[in-house]
């Protein structure tokens, strides 16, 4: 098992979320929590970058999907996804992850995408 740890920052308004190494079961925990925190004191917008993340095992793709649930459909957000390798988009997609969100190439436009939806 390596190490998986986030990055948290915020840009405009968004909270941008950078992941870095294999994202399980435990990482997983430790990211919802933390997001959940986040959204918890009123951050409603958030950019997820799994550029450094290139594997995601079953719990882990839960735990995304759990995530998008809360910030759009629970609290009215918005999110968007960036960084993606083929086999992470796959599994998003398969997962229906990437049905709840939109999918960039690169952190930048994601967070113009963020700005445009939210006026």
């Not at 796959?90 to 436009?109: F, H, I, P, Q, R």
Request: one cysteine or more; charged letters at 20%; glycine letters at 10%.
């Amino acid at each position: 098992m390596s190490d998986f740890n986030t990055e948290f920052s915020i840009r405009d308004n968004i909270v941008v979320v950078k992941t870095h190494g294999y994202l399980d079961d435990a990482g997983g925990q430790v990211l919802r929590q933390k997001c959940v925190d986040l959204i918890g004191k009123g951050n409603l917008y958030f950019v997820f970058n799994l550029e450094g993340t290139p594997v995601i095992n079953s719990t882990g793709l839960s735990m995304i999907l759990d995530i998008l649930v809360q910030i759009i459909d629970y609290s009215e957000g918005e999110a968007a996804i960036c960084g993606l390798c083929p086999l992470t988009k796959t599994a998003l997609t398969m997962t229906g992850v990437l049905t709840l969100c939109e999918s960039y190439s690169s952190e930048d436009e994601a967070i113009e995408a963020i700005k445009e939806s939210i006026g």
